[in-house]
T-cell receptor, first 113, second 115 residues
Framework: AQKVTQAQTEISVVEKEDVTLDCVYE???????LFWYKQPPSGELVFLIR??????QNEISGRYSWNFQKSTSSFNFTITASQVVDSAVYFC??????????FGTGTRLQVFP | DTGVSQDPRHKITKRGQNVTFRCDPI?????LYWYRQTLGQGPEFLTY????????KSRLLSDRFSAERPKGSFSTLEIQRTEQGDSAMYLC?????????????FGPGTRLTVT
């Protein structure tokens, strides 16, 4: 069965700290896709990244980086030098042969000035 | 900017009434999805369309729920005989044609409150 686990319910940091959000997934498929979305207080989900199961290369985009490890079924997200504007709920999601997204329960990140 | 739009943004209804929500996807996108999100949870998949064909429905979708996308453009989600447990944010998303599992772009959602 497919499942996404985000064990961290809430994380609080002070501005400029680095923070890592954990995501562990379960799937029986060999082809699958992993995503991260951000949901700021305004409520609209914002797409951040999509990775396929054949591409384990880590990715960096500005202050954001993602570490995909198939051996541990994890797809973790790190924000470097966090800013107050990073405060949001972050969701990890999985999709398999069907296009539907299976979301985790989210991690609420609060960045204090 | 022509992102995904949803109407209405908020709906308050009394238990037992019917409600209908509308979603307009990004214009070139042929896939359209409906999700439901309750407080403190991640979105849960309800159903999705490729063009006008409804390809998958979640077991969460009771027979009181129906979705349509008659011309492959906008979609409607109707809930009949609403119950208090239907109170949630209803999210619509769309993705472009081509390979599967493209990123989905979400609308602002319709928040339903059933009193």
């Amino acid at each position: 069965a497919q499942k996404v686990t985000q064990a961290q319910t809430e994380i609080s940091v002070v501005e400029k700290e680095d923070v890592t959000l954990d995501c562990v997934y379960e799937t029986r498929d060999t082809t699958y896709y992993l995503f991260w979305y951000k949901q700021p207080p305004s409520g609209e989900l914002v797409f951040l990244i999509r990775r396929n199961s054949f591409d384990e290369q880590n990715e960096i985009s500005g202050r954001y980086s993602w570490n995909f490890q198939k051996s541990t079924s994890s797809f973790n997200f790190t924000i470097t030098a966090s800013q107050v504007v990073d405060s949001a709920v972050y969701f990890c999601a999985l999709s398999e042969i069907s296009d539907k997204l299976i979301f985790g329960t989210g991690t609420r990140l609060q960045v204090f000035p | 900017d022509t992102g995904v739009s949803q109407d209405p943004r908020h709906k308050i209804t009394k238990r037992g009434q019917n409600v209908t929500f509308r979603c307009d996807p990004i214009s070139e996108h042929n896939r359209l999805y409906w999700y439901r999100q309750t407080l403190g949870q991640g979105p849960e998949f309800l159903t999705y369309f490729q063009n006008e064909a409804q390809l998958e429905k979640s077991r969460l979708l009771s027979d009181r729920f129906s979705a349509e996308r008659p011309k492959g453009s906008f979609s409607t989600l109707e809930i009949q005989r609403t119950e208090q447990g239907d109170s949630a944010m209803y999210l619509c998303a769309s993705s472009p044609p081509g390979q599967s599992s493209y990123e989905q772009y979400f609308g602002p959602g319709t928040r339903l409150t059933v009193t």
